[in-house]
């Protein structure tokens, strides 16, 4: 496995969060290697360490578990309900130094304040933020928001005792002093000019020419092979893919995913069934142990046994089935440790039919060329942002429409948010 490789600023990070016990919010650009400093810490810490996501898929990809089943929360609003925890429950809690919390954006303000009332009431510390636990967030803000409230009891409960859903408008949020530091130095992108059409584009500040430079490298033909398209709606992803694979002749063949344990169908981390022909183009989900390819990596299918073969770039690859692992965090009485255990297996081919993905799984991941697709508008504040993000160079841009002023939404609480985080993190680490 290729060793992971700090920046200046990413290292004075880790040493904070290692050699003090402050609470920090990491946030950054897409691609700044918020994901790198994650793996990086979880593994080389010397702190005993829980790692928690809010949903299943997420919570796989940092190899932790989900908020609600570390912290046996309420699905639904949590409110005043009273929280219990069983024994066992509690000295896992009790036993962590530092909690790590995976794209903190989709938390909403009740589950961090669930989060923090629990920590204080399993260890007894009811006037410290968190029960004394260090807590260290990484997300974007400006990229993934909280699920809306799902009823009007919900929304008119939020309005009466939040400024927003968000996890910064939490009560413990106001509370905790919190250090913010935004990565800076972007690893995706390499072309300046491209950056800071991607930044303008984050911030909803794209005035009339770099929307044009947009459109006009975007609005051309795009080319035939191994391109994905990036879309809104998961309809129009299985349409194009539906449509591309009946496309291709050959016998349709099926991979069923083997699911051993406690594996909850939306923790599921690839297709339960894979359905693949020769010529097929796929998506890798996972990096490769031996870096023939990344998570995001698209090739096509050459051949199919009980293996499968990809080509990547004109060179061919035999895929094996990947095992994905759910975790639970327990108590060992004897050492008085925190400890990891494996309590259920998806194993599946690494793959995905990628004629298209949606934009939200996209998630992550980077192309060195997409097609983007925002259909009739897009919906949500941040989509157009993380659709053009994925890709790493204005060249590798195709748009299957130009982009207009109502694409390019930011959420009013996040610019509130981040332009004061801005000011309080003035004396952030500085590379």
């Known amino acids: ?64 578990t989900t908020i609600h089943s570390l912290f046996f929360l309420p699905i639904g609003l949590i409110g ?29 303000a009740d ?53 927003s859903m ?12 919190m250090r913010i530091v935004e990565l800076t130095e972007i690893h995706r992108q390499r072309d300046d000019d491209f950056k800071n059409m991607l930044n303008a584009v984050r911030h909803g500040q794209v005035t009339p020419e770099i929307g044009r430079a947009l459109n006009a490298a975007g609005e051309r033909p795009a080319p035939d092979g191994d391109i994905i398209t990036l879309a809104t709606t998961n309809d129009r992803v299985s349409s194009i893919n539906a449509a591309q694979l009946a496309r291709l002749g050959g016998e349709l063949k099926k991979a069923e995913a083997n699911v051993d344990g406690e594996f909850p169908t939306g923790w599921f981390p690839a297709d339960e069934s894979l359905s693949l022909k020769i010529g097929a183009q796929v998506m890798f989900l996972r990096n490769d142990s031996d870096q023939r390819w990344v998570n995001g990596t ?11 073969h990809v080509d990547v770039d004109g060179e061919e690859h035999e895929v094996l089935p ?27 081919f690494p793959l995905r039919l990628a004629w ?33 993000s994925r890709i790493t160079t204005l060249d590798g841009l195709f748009l299957t429409r130009g982009l207009r002023p109502s694409d390019v939404m930011v959420d009013a609480d996040v610019e509130r948010f981040m332009s004061q985080a801005r000011i309080d993190a003035g004396d952030e680490i500085q590379s």
Not at 88 to 96: C, E
Not at 170 to 177: G, L
Request: charged content about 25%; hydrophobic content about 35%.
């Open 1 to 64: 496995m290729k060793k992971v490789k700090l920046s200046a600023q990413q290292k004075k990070l880790f040493d904070l969060i290692e050699s003090t016990n402050e609470h920090v919010f990491i946030t950054g650009r897409a691609g700044t290697g918020k994901s790198t400093l994650l793996t990086y810490l979880t593994e080389n810490t010397s702190k005993q360490v829980a790692v928690c996501a809010p949903t299943g898929v997420a919570a796989l990809n940092v190899q932790g």
């Open 80 to 108: 005043n309900q009273k929280l219990t925890h069983s024994p066992q429950k509690r000295k896992v809690l009790q036993a962590i130094d530092t909690l790590v919390i995976d794209e903190v954006s989709m938390v909403n």
């Open 111 to 163: 589950v961090l304040d669930g989060i923090d009332r629990t920590l204080r009431e399993v260890r007894h510390k009811r006037h410290e933020p968190f029960g004394g636990v260090q807590v260290v967030m990484f997300g974007d803000p400006y990229q993934l928001a909280p699920v809306p409230p799902r009823s009007p009891e919900e929304r008119a409960y939020f309005a009466d005792h939040y400024a």
């Open 166 to 177: 968000w996890f910064f408008d939490a009560m413990v949020w106001q509370q905790t002093p």
């Open 298 to 308: 698209v090739g096509q299918v050459t051949r199919i046994g009980k293996t499968v």
């Open 322 to 348: 990947a095992v994905w692992e759910r975790y639970r965090y327990d108590y060992d009485q004897e050492t008085k440790t925190l400890t990891r255990e494996v309590i259920a297996e998806f194993t599946q």
């Open 356 to 388: 298209a993905v949606t934009i939200h799984k996209s998630q992550g991941q980077t192309y060195e060329r997409a097609i983007v697709d925002l259909g009739n508008r897009a919906f949500a504040p941040g989509q157009t942002y993380v659709a053009l």
